[in-house]
């Protein structure tokens, strides 16, 4: 079930492992391999088809299996992510028999009831180089100090500046080792955020879909309609998440071209709107003026598209039921403003600093589903199109985004 699991979900689970660089194993609690990606498929040197469906210890050298099935069901047993092998070394074992040293971060989760660990793999063969390198020169540096003490050839003053030399080398190693393992912890944080995020509307597909096909009769047509729209509309959250994670690995890589075009904006706002009605809640209504006169807007489509998509689809996120999200447009000379208003929980005064920052989310917003980059993403994109975004907000009254983009041939 597990292996018809993941190849029925095998898209999702591709964007997100092949967004990762490290190398991504998943096993089921038999440590039966379930996917690995694209990063640890040339890690090990294999290709999918022989990895998937393998036992894990075809990934392990042979004088480490033994405790190998002891350490797994431990882990097991309490079920918490963790660095694998605090301590001790570990090492992995290519196809070809060649063993090298790894760094592995194990995640546990659920689906559908049964119980799965996701590794992240890093090969760590140049650090350990460049730690072995360290160690020489250290000791190569100790024999220095220690003939020039006794030849008395040196004065104090050159002592000194070797030994500051010294520490300042052994600070930056410590200061580099630090940020490294920061930088892992962030992404296995990073992982476990995302699979929280897909399980859960994965399973509400799941559910509604087989509610669905119970309803074949002519009176349960509402029943069966209301799943559907349940699945349609967790499709449409987890293709919104999906072009986030896009965006953000486009705009880290450097690879965002913003295509300037000539454009209706009544059209591309009269979409936004028909797809963010789609995800109201009950009793929600987009107060928008549609009877202004047209614009014709000189700016990125897509990505401005995105944009608006997004502060509207967080106002009704954190917005309750039977409310009203306010979409205003006022064109200006050479600019124009786009402002987006709710009647939300709004944001506590001491989270408003860090609302723009990657993966923040505030305080009384955890209980709802959310990575923290939506506005990250977006502001990234609103500055590099020449323009500003602000907000006001007084938290349990509402908030309101304005942004301000330019509108002239570039």
Known sequence: ???????????????????????????????????????????????????????????????????????????????????????????????????????????????????????????????????????????????????????????????????????????????????????????TKFLSLVSHEFKTPLSGILTSATLAEKYTQTEQQEKRAKHLTTIKNKVHYLNNILNDFLSLERLESGNVNYKYTAFSLNKLVNEVIYNANVTLKYGQEIEYDNDMDDVTLYQDEKILELILSNLIGNSIKYSPEDSTIYFRIFPKDKKIIFEVEDEGMGIPQKDQKHIFERYFRAENALLNQGTGIGLNIVKVHVENMGGTIFFESVENKGTKFTVTLPNQNR
Do not use: C, W
């Open 1 to 187: 079930m597990a292996l018809e699991f993941f190849k029925e979900n095998e898209q999702v689970f591709n964007t997100l492992f092949e967004a990762a660089s490290e190398g991504v194993v998943v096993v089921n609690n038999q440590q039966i391999i379930v996917t690995a990606n694209k990063a640890a498929l040339e890690m090990f040197g294999y290709q999918k088809e022989e990895l998937v469906g393998a036992n894990l210890n075809i990934l392990i050298p042979k004088q480490y299996k033994a405790n190998h099935h002891e350490h797994f069901d431990k882990f097991m047993a309490h079920s918490e992510k963790r660095q694998m092998g605090h301590g001790r070394d570990l090492f992995g074992v290519k196809k070809n028999g060649t063993q090298f040293p790894v760094e592995a971060g194990l995640n546990p989760f659920k689906v559908d009831g049964e119980r799965f660990v996701m590794s992240l793999i890093v090969d760590i063969t140049i650090r350990k180089e460049n730690q072995r390198q360290i160690r020489e020169l250290n000791a190569e540096l100790e024999d220095k100090i220690k003939i020039r003490t006794q030849e008395l050839s040196n004065t104090v003053d050159d002592l000194e500046k070797e030994i500051s030399k010294r520490k300042e080398a052994e600070k930056r190693i410590k200061l580099a080792l630090k940020q490294e393992k920061e930088l892992n912890e962030l992404k």
